[in-house]
């Protein structure tokens, strides 16, 4: 199948500070991208979808301001949490959607872990 | 809105089968995704079901009613590694096709 790369895997920051995650496909092109987050022992929630080249569609009750999401390019989407705090604490996973011939199938990332101390 | 429930928790034996279910009730349906998650690892797919019946894929199947909203995940012949979050997601349609998660089933395999 098809693999989506994110970067970085971990990250520990400060409360106050701003962490940028990118969401990579690495053998196909994505116009779309969708960015989830998931607390302990919980399913994924979907935040926002990423579309390239315009403004990302975000889910009721997601802070478009705090979550920043840039689609510049069509195997390329960032997830930017502005003045994390702790309760921003999570696993936030990106997903690609395959558009190909015959397909139309979602592939995920293998997650970041964000803490904010 | 849009409502998956899933069991929160189930257990079985090593070798035996299991089966965990899946209700829906949302705005559109354009097809219903399991996925299998492993704790701190993203989701790997399972199976897609978009027609009524049964799709067969080695140990695992998965079953869909378009009428009921109603989906379950079989597995068989359970492993150990088999221990995982189960994951029931639909796609309600519309241009993007995103998909909504349920809450997930943590299944426990036990020897």
């Known amino acids: 199948g098809a693999v989506v790369s994110q970067h970085p895997s971990r990250v520990i920051c400060k409360s106050g500070t701003s962490v940028k995650i990118e969401c990579r496909s690495l053998d196909f092109q994505a116009t779309t991208m969708f960015w989830y987050r998931q607390f302990p022992k919980q399913s994924l929630m979907l935040m926002a979808t990423?579309?390239?080249?315009?403004?990302?569609?975000?889910e009721q009750g997601v802070e478009k301001d705090k979550f920043l999401i840039n689609h510049a390019s069509l195997t390329l989407s960032t997830l930017t949490v502005t003045s994390a705090h702790p309760e921003d604490s999570s696993f936030y996973i990106c997903s690609a959607r395959d558009l190909g011939q015959n397909t139309d199938t979602q592939y995920f990332g293998p997650g970041t872990r964000l803490t904010v101390l | 809105g849009q409502n998956i429930d899933q069991p929160t928790e189930m257990t079985a034996t090593e070798g035996a089968i299991v089966q965990i279910n899946c209700t829906y009730q949302?705005?559109?349906?354009?097809?219903l995704f399991w996925y299998q998650q492993h704790a701190g690892e993203a989701p790997t797919f399972l199976s897609y079901n978009v027609l009524d019946g049964l799709e067969e894929k080695g140990r695992f199947s998965s079953f869909l009613s378009r009428s009921k909203g109603y989906s379950y995940l079989l597995l068989k012949e359970l492993q150990m590694k088999d221990s995982a979050s189960y994951l029931c997601a639909v796609q309600p349609g519309g241009a993007t096709n995103k998909l909504i998660f349920g809450t997930g089933t943590l299944l426990a395999v036990q020897p």
């Open positions: 990423s579309n390239e080249g315009s403004k990302a569609t975000y």
């Open positions: 949302t705005s559109g349906f354009n097809g």
